[in-house]
């Protein structure tokens, strides 16, 4: 298999940024990057983002350089590896503020993605308060949430944190501007 250097994926126009950039992130959108790199039907990587878990952004993408290993097993017992060099940046939804909004008004970004476990859709505990990431966006947006509490069926008009802590709300505010 012949991969594009990184070095040489870093000189592109960036294109796709992801959201997540845990195990779920690994093994498909950056497969599916690696593939079509692999298949000259793209010359561009991805730059991966996490908010939740972001000692992932330096224990797994930039110690190792942005390289992985996606190993499938399938039930015949046939074991297919593939090196995943897509992933041509990483960054920390809580440290890498200036860089996400030079990508998010680059004119070449054409998709921004997401994987969300369980985890991230939880913005209540099990006595229905919410949680306090969540309670503070609401209280410096004005009583008011974006997208968020959309998603949660309660009906609240489009609002901006002034300093949002909860992962959506800061992804919110990067795309409001």
């Not at 859709?121 to 503070?136: S, V």
């Not at 004005?142 to 992962?167: I, K, M, N, W």
Request: proline share 6%.
């Amino acid at each position: 298999m012949t991969l594009t250097p990184c070095a040489r994926l870093r000189t592109r126009p960036l294109t796709w940024l992801h959201f997540g950039a845990g195990n779920l992130c690994r093994a498909f959108p950056a497969v599916l990057a690696q593939r079509l790199l692999t298949a000259g039907l793209t010359d561009t990587g991805i730059i991966c983002c996490d908010g939740y878990d972001e000692e992932l952004i330096d224990r797994c993408y930039r110690a190792c350089d942005h390289l992985s290993l996606s190993v499938t097993l399938y039930s015949n017992g046939t074991i297919n590896k593939e090196i995943v060099a897509s992933v041509t940046e990483s960054l920390k939804l809580s440290e890498d503020g200036a860089r996400l909004k030079e990508v998010f008004t680059a004119p070449s970004l054409q998709m921004v993605t997401f994987t969300i476990t369980e985890k991230g859709y939880a913005i209540q505990n099990d006595a229905h308060d919410f949680l306090p990431d969540y309670k503070a966006d609401m209280e410096s947006g004005g009583g008011r949430l974006p997208f968020v509490l959309r998603q949660a069926r309660v009906p609240v008009p489009l609002a901006r944190p002034r300093r949002p802590r909860s992962a959506r709300a800061r992804v919110s505010r990067q795309l409001l501007g």
